[in-house]
């Protein structure tokens, strides 16, 4: 199957810890990008790459931080520094499958759901 | 400054009934329109998209939207609602101006289709 995976689904910190969330996709995609939700707020962008080695921030990035080492995979770390980091964690592709990157349809993973202890 | 706005925080309907989700844009440039669905504790699903041609644009589980310039909206529609299109829909928008994959999201509206 082709897709977006996100590892783990329920994930608990305790206060200054880091934690590393993950996220992988099969689907050749070249951009990835990393969105917190919180209820009544929509998605908030924290993080995206539009190719390997290369990443910028999004509205919300302080507090965290990425890679983006190979194609497939773009892992987020939640440092201490995130202050209130519980939230619901959403990865998400796009690949250049059309003429124009503006079209492309943005596909997500599962989610993580994070609480900080 | 590029926005999008979902005017109703929650939409009430009845199963049978038509039903209207509504999305109105801001951007400069031409727009590429977008609905998700999300489930509860699931991530978004993509259900339509807006790119050019035809105003009415069909999509995944008989919703359709209709793209009117004029009065910059997309609103989501579908003729006879489910109990199980209760969910959270997104709408989002992208401009065709330079490279840009960024979307541009809604705050979300919670559909309630009662039996």
């Known amino acids: 199957d082709g897709g977006i995976t996100q590892s783990p689904k329920y994930l608990f910190r305790k206060e200054g810890q880091n934690v590393t969330l993950s996220c992988e996709q099969n689907?050749?995609?070249?951009?990835m990008y990393w969105y917190r939700q919180d209820p009544g707020q929509g998605l908030r962008l924290i993080y995206y790459s539009q190719i390997v080695n290369d990443f910028q921030k999004g509205d919300i990035a302080e507090g965290y931080s990425v890679s983006r080492e190979k194609k497939e995979s773009f892992p987020l770390t939640v440092t201490s520094a995130q202050k209130n980091p519980t939230a619901f964690y959403l990865c998400?592709?796009?690949?250049?499958?059309?003429?124009?990157?503006?079209?492309?349809?943005?596909?997500f993973g599962p989610g993580t759901r994070l609480t900080v202890l | 400054a590029q926005s999008v706005a979902q005017p109703e925080d929650q939409v009430n309907v009845a199963e049978g009934n038509p039903l209207t989700v509504k999305c109105t844009y801001s951007?400069?440039?031409?727009?590429?329109l977008f609905w998700y669905v999300q489930y509860p504790n699931r991530g978004l699903q993509f259900l339509l998209k807006y790119i050019t041609g035809d105003n009415l644009v069909k999509g995944s589980y008989g919703f359709e939207a209709e793209f009117n310039k004029s009065q910059t909206s997309f609103h989501l529609k579908k003729p006879s609602a489910l109990v199980s299109d209760s969910a959270l829909y997104f709408c989002a928008v992208r401009s065709n101006a330079g490279n840009n994959r960024k979307l541009i999201w809604g705050l979300g509206t919670s559909l309630a289709v009662n039996p």
């Open positions: 998400a592709s796009t690949g250049g499958t059309s003429g124009h990157p503006s079209t492309d349809t943005q596909y």
């Open positions: 689907l050749n995609h070249d951009a």
């Open positions: 951007v400069s440039g031409n727009p590429y």
